[in-house]
């Protein structure tokens, strides 16, 4: 029994570790590259989860476009219709989740290359606490083999 007690501790104690370690790190902002393909006709909405300060870049290149940039209360940053080439740069005046609306208006492929800065959303921790209660159940089952 007391081979089990280490194993569901050690089990436990490594689940609650990753946990808050995932946690934390949905909290960091990473930037993310924002390069695809958008085809004619078509349209991509881009969400970056972004702190105030941060500093995105999108540069759209090849077919003519509509493109509108919107705040985390959905005020615009930015919009363009019937452009065919787009190079803009913003810096996050508020935390929370911008908006990069593209359509292709155009009849050929339209590129779409970049970064933004973005962290992960409230259901992403929401796995994250799921995963640390599940090593309090580990390490509490283990300790139920102790006793025996």
């Known amino acids: 029994m007391?081979?089990?007690f280490y194993i569901s501790l050690g089990a436990g104690l490594a689940f609650i570790a990753i946990g808050i370690a995932a946690a934390i790190y949905s909290n960091v902002p990473v930037d993310v590259a924002l390069d695809g393909k958008v085809g004619p006709g078509l349209s991509d909405t881009l969400t970056p989860n972004m702190n105030a300060g941060n500093v995105a870049n999108i540069t759209l290149t090849g077919s003519a476009f509509n493109i509108t940039i919107?705040?985390?209360d959905s005020n615009v940053i930015k919009s363009e219709i019937g452009s065919s080439n787009f190079s803009y740069s913003f810096t996050a005046q508020k935390d929370g989740i911008h908006k990069i609306e593209v359509k292709n208006t155009g009849n050929s492929e339209l590129d779409i290359t970049g970064h933004a800065p973005t962290k992960g959303s409230a259901l992403e921790l929401s796995a994250q606490l799921t995963l640390i209660v599940t090593g309090v159940i580990v390490v509490g089952i283990g300790?139920?083999?102790?006793n025996k």
């Open 70 to 72: 919107l705040d985390p």
């Open 143 to 146: 300790l139920r083999f102790k």
């Open 2 to 4: 007391a081979k089990a």
